[in-house]
């Protein structure tokens, strides 16, 4: 039995959507699909869905967001006990299962806690 396999030529399309790709990375395939109409462009929506998916385009991609550099300042290193201190919470578990929390100041040279 022979059965027939429809030749398309959708060279056309596969550029379009490419150039689009690349001046919209950011965008899916409604949106290409809108700004080729736009363009007055007549293809219908199963035929760009088509080369779309043909293409690899319908995976997501992250847009990465730049980082601020921050400032790096050198740590203070303290003179003398007294001149810097450390805090911290600290959270427990007692056996009768009640929790409880502490504050920790502590000196960042001797180690000792605060009275």
Not at 11 to 31: F, G, H, R, W
Request: with cysteine.
């Amino acid at each position: 039995m022979f059965y027939y396999k429809n030749v398309r030529d959708d060279s056309e399309t596969i550029n379009k959507l490419v150039e689009l790709a690349e001046k919209y990375p950011t965008e899916d395939q409604d949106l290409y699909y809108s700004r080729i109409r736009h363009q007055g462009l007549k293809w219908n929506y199963k035929r760009v869905r088509r080369v779309y998916l043909l293409l690899g385009m319908n995976r997501r991609r992250k847009v990465r967001r730049p980082v601020p550099s921050r400032v790096k300042v050198p740590l203070i290193v303290p003179e003398q006990a007294g001149d810097t201190w450390s805090m911290d919470f600290m959270c427990d578990v007692l056996m009768n299962k009640r929790r409880f929390r502490t504050l920790n100041i502590i000196d960042d040279i001797t180690g000792k806690l605060s009275p």
